[in-house]
């Protein structure tokens, strides 16, 4: 009977220590569900996410997000003829190898600069979309932003950002191109557009995979926003254009005259460097105020490379190259170190060049210390903040 009560008792255990254990273990199946449920809900939200934005950038432009599933938008022509008010002559901002720019609103009153392609050209349809949405993919605030296209049976069109303030090249020479334009770049002004097309060529060559080659990188093709922020314009185009024999269009297809690298200009060899050289020359343009090319001024001086790179590395004569409306504005120091650069990138032989990402890191300590410099000056009657004016100039010289 004792024995019977004993196994009996047991038994009950047994059982009650079963059915805790089945609890326990359905408990910590639930727990264990829970969390995955709860994690794959999380993971998933984040690569939503991650999809949407593919870009977030905030180093004084604001931040930016750019969708990575945004596409370049495709436009009737229907829609582009009502945008330029019937690509009226009025809105004529431009000509170059492309053709005709016009400014244009659109519908929901975006401003936009629409290229209108010479029918001179023999691209077929579909390597023009293909390079219009390898285009469209790069996004940086240091290139200008393809909106769209249009293809509609023989017309093409793209479709780009507004910029207010136009080419640089404008604002460099404001004699030759435009009437409206009479106040020149200032030092500091130049020295923002200098590290912010570099910026550009950086992402092109150093952020882009593969890299892309401008190969027509030059003063006109560095727009200038409202508040005179570069963008860098019509990288890829070279492919797009037409190739009717001479006039603009022939430096699609060879850069423009003044500003293609030796070694590209005689072997046809392009690499990241050639876009480096062009933009030595760029720095150049923004040094000394001159054009590329002038066959008008005297003997030694119509190129301007070969004028100016043997006194780039000599102190008194970087004085010398320097744009005369410059004067009063700059520190030697800069002007030396902004020379010292532009020599390296025009070096005949690509491999002495720098990468853009070196000719970046030397000009943002330039750019910040003018900032701050300028600051100390118009604060304060810091009078050592300037560069050599006529008078000293000629003391200089003598
Ligand atoms: N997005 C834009 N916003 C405002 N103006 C523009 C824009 N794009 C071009 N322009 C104007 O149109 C002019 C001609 O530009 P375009 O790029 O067609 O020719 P280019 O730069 O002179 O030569 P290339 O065809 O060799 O690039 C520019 O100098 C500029 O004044
Ligand atoms: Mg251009």
């Known amino acids: 009977m004792e024995a019977e009560k004993g196994y009996k008792n047991k038994e009950r255990i047994t059982l009650v220590a079963i059915v805790v254990l089945a609890s326990v273990a359905v408990a910590s199946l639930l727990v264990a569900f829970s969390y995955y449920c709860y994690i794959r809900n999380k993971v998933s939200k984040r690569l939503k996410s991650n999809k949407m934005v593919a870009f977030v950038e905030n180093d004084g432009f604001g931040s930016l997000q750019v969708s990575s599933e945004r596409g370049p938008l495709v436009f009737t022509f229907k829609q582009l003829h009502s945008a330029t008010g019937g690509f009226s002559k009025s809105n004529v901002v431009g000509h170059g190898g492309f053709g005709l720019v016009y400014r244009g609103v659109l519908n929901d009153g975006t401003k936009v600069a629409i290229k209108f392609m010479d029918q001179a050209g023999k ?29 509609d049976n023989n017309h093409k069109l793209l479709v780009y950002e507004f910029v207010a303030n136009g080419g640089l090249q404008e604002h460099l020479y404001p004699a030759r191109v435009s009437s409206t334009v009479n106040v020149k770049l200032d030092w500091e002004t130049r020295l923002r557009i200098a590290l912010e097309a570099a910026k550009g060529l950086e992402y092109l060559h150093e952020h882009v995979n593969p890299p892309v080659i401008h190969r027509d990188f030059k003063s006109s093709n560095i727009l200038l926003d409202k508040d005179f922020h570069a963008k860098v314009s019509d990288f890829g185009l070279a492919k797009l254009g037409s190739d009717k024999a001479g006039g603009h269009v022939s430096t699609r297809v060879l850069g423009t005259q003044g500003y293609v690298a030796p070694e590209y200009a005689l072997t046809g060899h392009l690499t990241t460097k050639s876009d480096v050289y062009s933009y030595g020359v760029v720095l150049l343009e923004l040094l000394t105020g001159r054009v590329p090319v002038d066959m008008k001024r005297p003997p030694g001086e119509g190129v301007l490379v070969s004028w100016a790179l043997p ?69 304060s009657s810091f009078h050592s903040v300037r560069s050599p004016t006529a008078r000293d100039l000629s003391k200089a010289v003598v």
Do not use: N, W
């Open 123 to 151: 691209q077929g349809e579909e390597e023009f979309k293909m390079e219009v949405e390898l285009l469209s993919r790069l996004h940086s605030p240091y290139l200008l932003d393809l909106i769209g296209y249009c293809s």
């Open 311 to 379: 006194r780039l590395t000599d102190r008194e004569k970087v004085v010398q190259i320097m744009d005369p409306a410059l004067e009063g504005q700059y520190l030697m120091k800069e002007a030396i170190q902004v020379a010292a650069i532009a020599a390296m990138c025009v070096q005949p032989e690509a491999d002495y060049r720098p990468l853009m990402a070196d000719v970046v890191q030397s000009l943002v300590p330039l750019v910040k210390s003018h900032r701050s410099s300028s600051k100390v000056a118009s604060s």
